[in-house]
């Protein structure tokens, strides 16, 4: 402790900042959309849950989001939110997580809602994160990492609105706004059917596969999650490290972007005629702690599902 005491602060405020447990990363969250937003945070099991669960995001407002190593958990936007005059209880249309106020407080979003997922820090010293429409879509969302590297460290995102062409049977519309469109449902949400729930016999990669409603997402936003075992085309990898910046109804020029992104070659974010099927980039990445062997990224691919897990607790 003495030896601490006598370090001169600037080099004290290094030792520190190099230190595991001191770093963070920030998650920038903008709201490009043409109406308020309320993001809404949900911390993974065992992990704890941030400053914020939730708040009030204007239209062109970003918020910035202080996120410690290590950290696991899934954000999304909650739309069409109001107070009750009588009860004074918050609720949203889409996306709400049912504690009666902006703070989520420990609550999921109850589906449709498109998510961000992230563990960061996870195996080999990597970031884990991916957009998923597994529990529905209610907006588009990208999330881009900030000058990162390693892996297949790339933005994803789903930037098509699919309300717009969401199946009848999904739809979800405001009954109160001459039948607006505002979110699409999953047809395990839907229907409650194991094989589109990837649920009992059908709760392994192979038997349960895609569906004609699943499809419908993936041929929308190629690189999203459409049901609960596309890991191949909807995991990303980044050095730990970088910074994130997730955009809700991100712009035209922000998805120009992405489309012409070397990174991105072959991995279209809008595809309107088939499904991409194309493998995750391939590679060698240092060895993960636990293991002696090199993990490749597609061996790092292969783990997201079960540190996905820690996110669906």
């Given amino acids: 402790m003495s030896k601490l005491q006598s370090l001169p602060l600037f080099s004290l405020l290094i030792l ?63 739309t069409h939110c109001s107070t009750d005059p ?31 997922e992230f563990t960061l820090d996870g195996s080999s010293d990597m970031d884990f994160f991916d957009v998923s429409l597994v529990d529905g879509y209610n907006l588009p969302m990208l999330v881009s990492p900030s000058g990162g590297s390693g892996g297949n460290c790339t933005a994803t995102g789903c930037v098509v609105d699919i309300n717009d062409r969401c199946p009848s049977d999904l739809r979800v519309v405001l009954s109160d706004s001459g039948g607006q469109r505002v979110a699409c449902r999953s047809a395990c949400e839907a229907f ?16 349960c596969k895609p569906s004609s409603y699943s499809q419908i997402f993936k041929n929308a936003c190629p690189r999203a999650y459409s049901y609960a075992f596309d890991d191949a ?28 992104d ?11 005629t088939m499904v991409f099927l194309g493998a995750v980039t391939s590679g060698a990445v240092p060895p993960a702690k636990p293991f ?17 897990q820690g996110l669906l607790v």
Avoid: M
């Fill in 16 to 78: 520190l900042s190099s230190s595991p447990g001191f770093l963070c990363t920030t998650f920038t969250i903008t709201n490009n959309c043409a109406y308020t937003v309320w993001p809404g945070i949900l911390s993974g099991a065992g992990t704890a849950p941030l400053d914020t669960t939730g708040f009030s995001l204007r239209s062109g407002e970003s918020h910035p989001l202080q996120i410690p190593s290590s950290w696991s958990g899934r954000l999304w936007a909650r």
């Fill in 86 to 116: 009588i009860t004074g209880l918050f609720s949203c249309a889409t996306g709400d997580c049912g504690s009666g106020k902006p703070e989520c407080s420990g609550a999921g979003a109850s589906p449709p809602a498109t998510l961000a």
């Fill in 192 to 207: 409650e059917k194991p094989e589109f729930c990837c649920s009992g016999e059908y709760g392994n990669p192979n038997t």
């Fill in 233 to 260: 085309t909807s995991t990303f990898t980044c050095n730990t490290g970088v910074n994130y910046l997730i955009t809700f109804c991100p712009s035209s020029s922000s998805q120009k972007a992405l489309t012409n």
């Fill in 262 to 272: 070397p990174l991105a070659t072959g991995v279209p974010l809008i595809n309107d």
């Fill in 292 to 308: 002696s062997a090199l993990v490749t990224v597609a061996g790092l691919a292969a783990l997201w599902p079960v540190l996905r």
